[in-house]
Structures are given as structure tokens and as C-alpha cells.
């Protein structure tokens, strides 16, 4: 059935769809960046031009679905269908189907340098490595499913979804700021490059052996294995065996005093990662709370290299809403300057990601935050609340996105994956 043409010269119809013909109309219609009811439109009207009817389709199960199309158009496909002896709801799918096979899903957009970025600060505690794990978590998931991503631009659209939603809100119970859009299918490595071993063991890994191999060796030009036999998956079932990890260990604690005796000390995190790049498409490290000889390699790791575009790679800076982390950010802020004039490098600031933000501790954090959007260059790119799930998820040792997925902070994860896409 019909009814009238709406305001925007379209008539709504009314007829059936098996689920997983809508599920699948649904997410391709996301991944091509067009409305379900242009797609739809356009697989009638490819169907109506066809000198026959396709093989039918298992329509058993169908239910309700509706859409808006040109007014007309559906009185000419109930006569096409009369004509073919073929039922509406038949014709429907197989309209919908020729669509899907006629527009398939596009291909990840893979860079053609690997992505290097690097997630910093010397302070400790502000949450380094929940980013790196939700940001990588972000990237590795699946292209062919739709996950709710918060996308509004504006930075104060966000401090309203901020202040009007407790961790418990549905995401789709904010039709204006949510959006449910393909994932982005990135092939990521999470590297935990601190001694202190916080991002293996949220995700649920070992930290590995004092006297095996570690990445601590490969720098230090001391391997006992290949760095690949190091590395292992996170979540398959969420991620698709998109998401690895390589493990950290306790010897990181020495690698400044090793990597004094190193030759282009400062290249030693590129040599040992290097072999490694060709499997990924971003690799992540998640840096300790230093300004020593390791914080220098991974700086020098994410600089921008040859022929590749500016901000790809880089340093990703997380800070909270509060005054201690200001001090650190300029610490750090000297020394990758530092380096950049030493070595006349190009490194870039990716932004900064501004972590367990709660307005709810008053003008310190709301004046903070006003602080760090003012420094615009680099602009905050995220900003990820201070809600239970972050904290649930590292008890059950569990990534965030596969754990929660719907949560305020995995939708700002989603987010930040986004703005440095």
C-alpha cells in the first residue's frame, strides 16, 4: 500500500523484507554514503528494465518495511510484478538484491605507508593507554556492520551529550548526535611500550618473560626470535583478527641504559618495528610516562616520513581537565621540538584527546577543558567522559568496544578514530 506523496515529492510505501536482506540493504546503503530509500528506488527501477525476473529469493520471515520513493513508481512495479505472476514482497527482495550486487561493498581504505602513531604524555595516570586501546579497537572494526559513532563535530555539541548522558543511556536516545555507520576495517598493532605492562594486561595478554625475547632486545640490537612470535590477537570474534597486540615487558624498565649503548639510539623502535609494518595498516604505541632516550625513539618512530601525507603519523597527546597535565604537556611538547630541530624531522601533533572529562567537578575541569580547546594548533580531537564501562571492561579484561559497545565512551572512541582518519 501507498500514501500520499510527502512534502519532499516522495510517496511512502509499505510492504515486507526478510531481515537479512534489510540488515544488508541497510549497512551497504551506509558504506556508499547514500539514503536506504535512493537505493531501494534505484533497485526497482533496474528491476522494472530487466526483460525477466531474477531467481527468486527465501523470502520466509519477512517482516515490515517501509520506504519513500518517486510517486509512481510503485504502481508501475505492482504491475511488473502482476505481469511476472511474482509477488510484491518477492519482487521487493529481489529489487533490493539486484541493488547489493549491482553497487558492492567498497574496499577499505588502506594508506600506502603504515600509520605510526604515538600515544603520549609524561604524566602518568591520565589514561594513555585506555586511549591507545580504544582508539585501535575503533579502527580494527568491522567494515560490513554498523556501529553508533557520535558525529558531531562541534566540541560543545559533545559537552551536551557529555552533560545530558550518564553512562547508562541508550546511544540511540540521541538520534542528533549519534549515527550508525560502517566500521573501518583497519588491520591495527597495538604496541605496549611500557615497562609497566598496563595495556597487556587490560587487554587480557601476558606480559612477557624476563629471560625470553622482547622488544626491549630487538632495540637494544639483542633478538633471540623474530618479533612476529610476540605478537597476539585480540577478540578475534569483535575484531576479525584485525586487532594485535605485542606485549610488553618488565625490561623496558632498562631500556634507556641500554639504548645508551646504541648506534642511532634514536631510530632503534623503527629497526625493530619496521619488519612488521607491511601487516598493518596502523600501528599504535602506547608510551610510558617519560621524557628519557625511549620516549625519543618513539617520537622519532612517528615522524612523517617520505611522500607521506601530513598527519597520518604523529604524536597523539592525552591530557585531563586539570592543571597538572598542563605542566606535563609543555614538558613534553619542548621535547619533541627538541627533536625536531636536533634532527630536522617533521613530526606531527595529531591533537589531543582529552580523558575522563566529568563536568560535573566544576570550574577546575570546565575551565580546563576551555584551556585546551584555546590552544587550537593542536586542536582536541576527542573527548572521552570519566564513565564506568572504561573501568568495567579493564576488571574483565576485555577491550572496551567489544565489552561495551554502545557506551558513551566506545561512541567517543569511535569518534576519535574519525578525526585522525
Same mark, same amino acid.
Not at 541497510?26 to 525476473?53: F, P, T
Not at 618473560?209 to 597476539?232: C, F, Q, W
Given at each position: 500500500m501507498s500514501s500520499p506523496p510527502s512534502s519532499s515529492d516522495r510517496e511512502k510505501v509499505v510492504s515486507k523484507l526478510p531481515g537479512w536482506l534489510r540488515h544488508n540493504l541497510k549497512v551497504r546503503a551506509a558504506q556508499h554514503g547514500i539514503e536506504i530509500q535512493a537505493a531501494v528506488e534505484q533497485g526497482i527501477r533496474d528491476w522494472c528494465s530487466l526483460a525477466s525476473a531474477p531467481a527468486p529469493l527465501d523470502t520466509s520471515g519477512a517482516d515490515s518495511f517501509s520506504t519513500f520513493i518517486p510517486p509512481g513508481q510503485w504502481d508501475e512495479f505492482r504491475g511488473i510484478a502482476a505481469e511476472r505472476r511474482v509477488s510484491l514482497i518477492q519482487g521487493l527482495a529481489q529489487s533490493v538484491q539486484l541493488w547489493l550486487d549491482s553497487n558492492p561493498a567498497p574496499e577499505v581504505d588502506r594508506p600506502e605507508i603504515t600509520r605510526r602513531i604515538i600515544v603520549c604524555n609524561q604524566k602518568g595516570g591520565v589514561g =594513555?593507554? /585506555?586511549?591507545?586501546?580504544?582508539?585501535?579497537? #575503533?579502527?580494527?572494526?568491522? #567494515?560490513?556492520? %554498523?556501529?553508533?559513532?557520535?558525529? @558531531? =563535530?562541534?566540541?560543545? /555539541?559533545?559537552?551536551?551529550?557529555?552533560?545530558?548522558?550518564?553512562?547508562?543511556? $541508550?546511544?540511540?536516545?540521541?538520534?542528533?548526535? +549519534?549515527?550508525?555507520?560502517?566500521?573501518?576495517?583497519? &588491520?591495527?598493532?597495538?604496541? *605496549?611500550?611500557?615497562?609497566?605492562?598496563?595495556?597487556?594486561?587490560?587487554?587480557?595478554?601476558?606480559?612477557?618473560?624476563?629471560?625470553?625475547?622482547?622488544?626491549?632486545?630487538?632495540?637494544?640490537?639483542? $633478538? =633471540? !626470535?623474530? %618479533? &612476529?612470535?610476540?605478537?597476539?590477537?585480540?577478540?578475534?570474534?569483535?575484531?576479525?583478527? &584485525?586487532?594485535?597486540?605485542? $606485549?610488553?615487558?618488565?625490561? #623496558?624498565?632498562?631500556?634507556?641504559?641500554?639504548?645508551?649503548?646504541?648506534? @642511532?639510539?634514536?631510530? @632503534?623502535?623503527?629497526?625493530? %618495528? /619496521?619488519?612488521?609494518? @607491511?601487516?598493518?595498516?596502523?600501528?599504535?604505541? *602506547?608510551?610510558?610516562?617519560?621524557?628519557?632516550?625511549?620516549?625519543? /625513539?618513539?617520537?622519532?618512530?612517528?615522524?612523517?616520513?617520505?611522500?607521506? &601525507? $601530513? !598527519?597520518?603519523?604523529?604524536?597523539?597527546?592525552?591530557?585531563?581537565?586539570?592543571?597538572?597535565?598542563?605542566? #606535563?604537556?609543555?614538558?613534553?611538547?619542548?621535547?619533541?621540538? *627538541?627533536?625536531?630541530?636536533?634532527?630536522? +624531522?617533521?613530526?606531527?601533533?595529531?591533537?589531543?584527546?582529552v580523558n575522563l572529562y566529568d563536568s560535573r567537578r566544576g570550574f577546575i575541569a570546565t575551565s580546563s577543558l576551555q584551556g585546551w580547546v584555546d590552544i587550537k594548533d593542536p586542536r582536541v580531537v576527542g573527548l572521552i567522559n570519566d564513565l564506568k564501562e572504561q573501568k568495567e571492561a579493564v576488571r574483565m579484561k576485555r577491550p572496551l568496544l567489544s565489552y561495551a559497545p554502545k557506551s558513551q565512551q566506545a561512541i567517543g572512541m569511535r569518534a576519535l578514530a574519525r578525526e585522525i582518519a
Amino acid at each position: 500500500m501507498s500514501s500520499p506523496p510527502s512534502s519532499s515529492d516522495r510517496e511512502k510505501v509499505v510492504s515486507k523484507l526478510p531481515g537479512w536482506l534489510r540488515h544488508n540493504l541497510k549497512v551497504r546503503a551506509a558504506q556508499h554514503g547514500i539514503e536506504i530509500q535512493a537505493a531501494v528506488e534505484q533497485g526497482i527501477r533496474d528491476w522494472c528494465s530487466l526483460a525477466s525476473a531474477p531467481a527468486p529469493l527465501d523470502t520466509s520471515g519477512a517482516d515490515s518495511f517501509s520506504t519513500f520513493i518517486p510517486p509512481g513508481q510503485w504502481d508501475e512495479f505492482r504491475g511488473i510484478a502482476a505481469e511476472r505472476r511474482v509477488s510484491l514482497i518477492q519482487g521487493l527482495a529481489q529489487s533490493v538484491q539486484l541493488w547489493l550486487d549491482s553497487n558492492p561493498a567498497p574496499e577499505v581504505d588502506r594508506p600506502e605507508i603504515t600509520r605510526r602513531i604515538i600515544v603520549c604524555n609524561q604524566k602518568g595516570g591520565v589514561g =594513555k593507554t /585506555a586511549i591507545t586501546a580504544g582508539l585501535g579497537e #575503533a579502527l580494527a572494526e568491522d #567494515a560490513n556492520r %554498523l556501529h553508533a559513532v557520535r558525529v @558531531a =563535530k562541534a566540541l560543545s /555539541a559533545a559537552l551536551r551529550a557529555s552533560d545530558t548522558h550518564s553512562s547508562d543511556t $541508550p546511544a540511540s536516545d540521541d538520534p542528533l548526535e +549519534i549515527e550508525n555507520l560502517p566500521g573501518l576495517g583497519l &588491520r591495527v598493532l597495538l604496541v *605496549d611500550f611500557d615497562p609497566q605492562c598496563h595495556l597487556t594486561n587490560q587487554l587480557g595478554g601476558t606480559p612477557l618473560p624476563m629471560n625470553g625475547d622482547s622488544l626491549t632486545n630487538h632495540m637494544a640490537g639483542d $633478538p =633471540k !626470535g623474530d %618479533l &612476529r612470535d610476540l605478537i597476539v590477537s585480540i577478540d578475534d570474534e569483535s575484531f576479525g583478527g &584485525r586487532l594485535h597486540l605485542l $606485549p610488553a615487558c618488565n625490561d #623496558a624498565f632498562l631500556l634507556d641504559v641500554r639504548l645508551s649503548a646504541v648506534r @642511532a639510539r634514536e631510530a @632503534a623502535l623503527e629497526r625493530a %618495528l /619496521a619488519p612488521l609494518e @607491511a601487516d598493518y595498516d596502523v600501528i599504535l604505541v *602506547d608510551c610510558p610516562p617519560s621524557l628519557g632516550l625511549s620516549m625519543d /625513539a618513539a617520537v622519532y618512530y612517528g615522524r612523517r616520513r617520505d611522500n607521506e &601525507r $601530513p !598527519g597520518d603519523s604523529g604524536a597523539l597527546i592525552v591530557v585531563q581537565a586539570e592543571d597538572s597535565s598542563a605542566d #606535563a604537556y609543555e614538558l613534553l611538547t619542548t621535547q619533541v621540538d *627538541d627533536l625536531r630541530n636536533d634532527l630536522q +624531522i617533521e613530526i606531527d601533533n595529531l591533537g589531543i584527546v582529552v580523558n575522563l572529562y566529568d563536568s560535573r567537578r566544576g570550574f577546575i575541569a570546565t575551565s580546563s577543558l576551555q584551556g585546551w580547546v584555546d590552544i587550537k594548533d593542536p586542536r582536541v580531537v576527542g573527548l572521552i567522559n570519566d564513565l564506568k564501562e572504561q573501568k568495567e571492561a579493564v576488571r574483565m579484561k576485555r577491550p572496551l568496544l567489544s565489552y561495551a559497545p554502545k557506551s558513551q565512551q566506545a561512541i567517543g572512541m569511535r569518534a576519535l578514530a574519525r578525526e585522525i582518519a
